[in-house]
């Protein structure tokens, strides 16, 4: 079990440019989760997946923000049109189903964008 | 909409001090609460997941409460090492997916 793994580890961008991260969960864990951490800040979630359905989004996930799971294994998420207020930490996790109750998520070592 | 509030936000002791770091949420329909250690730069690491229908859960010299009809957890280290400096997240699941809150942490530091 290698963990949860997400690529690239950091990102130097231009504003106005496209950007596109990759994570890849814990094999056979179904849910898979993203979140996004600015400077002393919390995570704060961003989308969910079960399997490859997208079932939940935050109200922080505009219009130029898409995430996928194609066949239900890794995730890619895209930021269209980077601006400077979209630096942060990008964090993914993924959780086996199991009894909410006891739900514990992994989490990757995260992306780091920079927009400049 | 689930607020999480952690208090101190930064913390410094002495290598050897037994401390508290305290996490308060303001609806208390929780499935879970976990805490969290997150090094800088690095991803988050889970330490202790406290089920809503349990009052603590111990693991080595870290022991987390919760109170869930108050809506506080807390979390104790014993005899702190220079090696638990870090950022400690407190977080909760409330969602019918499980999502987590985060409150925005407890930045530690042991000195030797």
């Known amino acids: 079990d290698t963990g949860v793994s997400q690529d690239p580890r950091h990102k130097i961008t231009k504003r106005g440019q496209n950007v596109t991260f990759r994570c890849d969960p814990i094999s056979e864990h179904n849910r898979l989760y993203w979140y996004r951490q600015t400077l002393g800040q919390g995570p704060e979630f961003l989308t969910y997946f079960q399997n490859e359905a997208q079932l939940e989004k935050s109200r922080l996930l505009s219009d130029r923000f898409s995430a996928e799971r194609p066949k239900g294994s890794f995730s890619t998420l895209e930021i269209q049109r980077t601006e400077q207020g979209d630096s942060a930490m990008y964090l993914c996790?993924?959780?086996?189903?199991?009894?909410?109750?006891?739900?514990?998520?992994?989490f990757g070592p995260g992306t780091r964008l920079t927009v400049l | 909409k689930q607020e999480v509030t952690q208090i101190p936000a930064a913390l410094s002791v002495p290598e050897g001090e037994n401390l508290v770091l305290n996490c308060s949420f303001t609806?208390?329909?929780?499935?879970?609460l976990q805490w969290f250690r997150q090094d800088p730069g690095k991803g988050l690491t889970s330490l202790l997941l406290i089920q809503s229908s349990q009052r603590e859960q111990t693991s080595g010299r870290l022991n987390a409460s919760l109170d869930k009809s108050s809506g506080r957890s807390t979390l104790y280290i014993a005899a702190s090492q220079p090696g638990d400096s870090a950022t400690y997240l407190c977080a909760v699941s409330n969602s019918g997916y499980s999502t987590l809150t985060f409150g925005k942490g407890t930045m530690l530091l042991v000195s030797p």
């Open positions: 996790a993924s959780s086996p189903i199991s009894d909410r109750a006891t739900d514990t998520q992994y």
């Open positions: 609806d208390s329909a929780i499935y879970n």
